[in-house]
């Protein structure tokens, strides 16, 4: 009973939405909203969502890209991930594709992609939504890299991916889940 009380009294209505930015991958908006009996603006970001990968080797590595992130001005290691192409594409064959479009490997078909978690990635201001999948009997294929992108394809032992994260040197929020929730399910807990 004190959770829903407590759900009532800390909603915000939303009064009034403006659309402020619209780029190629995100739309910005200022809402004007109430909470706790005060009027404010805030600023939401809507991402038609995600889907990323954690491919793994038939020696139980795991596949990641390094490339570089705009912006971080730096180059990250994360796992292969990309945009939906259309707001109702399914996430799964999003990532069917990517996992090709990223490492040059490929499953025979979406349904060969294990589910492992949904994220949500900024929840204070972002609505993105990440379905994250794993692949296994991995097949060689081809890059398919747009004409801006390089990546470079890696192979990574789970226990020195976990130590990239415990030392604050893997970032990537949908990669630190990820890798997280499938190395907890390698382990009975």
């Not at 994250?132 to 394809?153: C, G, M, T, W, Y």
Request: with cysteine; proline share 3%; aromatic share 6%.
């Amino acid at each position: 009973m004190k959770e829903k009380a407590f759900e009532e009294q800390g909603r915000v209505e939303l009064l009034h939405r403006e659309l402020a930015y619209q780029g190629t991958i995100l739309k910005v908006y200022r809402d004007h909203v109430k909470a706790n009996g005060i009027e404010e603006d805030w600023d939401f970001i809507h991402h038609d969502g995600a889907a990323a990968v954690l491919p793994v080797t038939s020696e139980g590595k795991i596949l990641m890209v390094r490339q570089f992130r705009h912006a971080l001005q730096r180059f990250t290691l994360e796992l292969p991930a990309g945009k939906v192409d259309a707001p109702d594409e399914p996430r799964r064959l999003c990532a069917f594709r990517e996992l090709e479009e990223e490492t040059g490997r490929k499953v025979e078909k979406p349904e060969d992609l294990e589910f492992l978690m949904r994220m949500n990635t900024t929840v204070a201001f972002c609505d993105e939504q990440l379905d994250i999948f794993v692949a296994r009997n991995l097949k060689p294929s081809k890059q398919h890299l747009d004409e801006d992108e390089v990546i470079n394809v890696e192979e990574w032992e789970v226990k020195d991916l976990l130590q990239l994260i415990r030392e604050g040197k893997m970032t990537d929020a949908k990669t630190v889940a990820a890798i997280c929730a499938y190395a907890a399910g390698m382990v009975e807990c």
